[in-house]
């Protein structure tokens, strides 16, 4: 499983950049050539795709099919929704207090955590 450094640099590219012709200009390579390392790394690594690849490498980390349940992968995504709408909600707070009402004012001030608070509820 080992991989020459011209795959893992643009391997490595490909995860920052998130496309090979982002990977093939960060690298100075043509695009052809990055497509060629790239399809040489699956085949060494014994996968199909840039997610399996990364996750070979230890680059990327998922959660193990059997141990998680269609409920508690939607459960963590609602709870991350609400994350980002408690945050979006302070950064309004913050940026013009008049949009907010001087109740959730008051609860950005202090620091409370309604995502928190409703979990543990």
């Not at 709408?85 to 309004?92: H, I, K, N, S, V």
């Not at 409370?112 to 979990?119: C, H, I, K, M, Y």
């Amino acid at each position: 499983m080992t991989l020459t450094p011209a795959q893992l640099r643009i391997l490595r590219a490909y995860a920052l950049t998130g496309y090979i012709q982002g990977a093939a200009d960060a690298c100075g390579v043509t695009l052809q050539t990055a497509k060629n390392e790239v399809s040489a790394a699956y085949f060494r690594l014994g996968v199909g795709c840039a997610g399996e690849a990364w996750r070979a490498l230890g680059w990327l980390r998922l959660p193990d099919e059997a141990a998680v349940d269609g409920l508690s992968i939607a459960e963590e995504l609602l709870a991350s929704a609400r994350t980002l709408e408690d945050a979006a909600r302070r950064l309004r707070a913050i940026a013009d207090p008049g949009s907010v009402s001087p109740e959730a004012s008051a609860s950005v001030v202090r620091g409370d955590d309604p995502a928190r608070d409703r979990e543990a509820a």
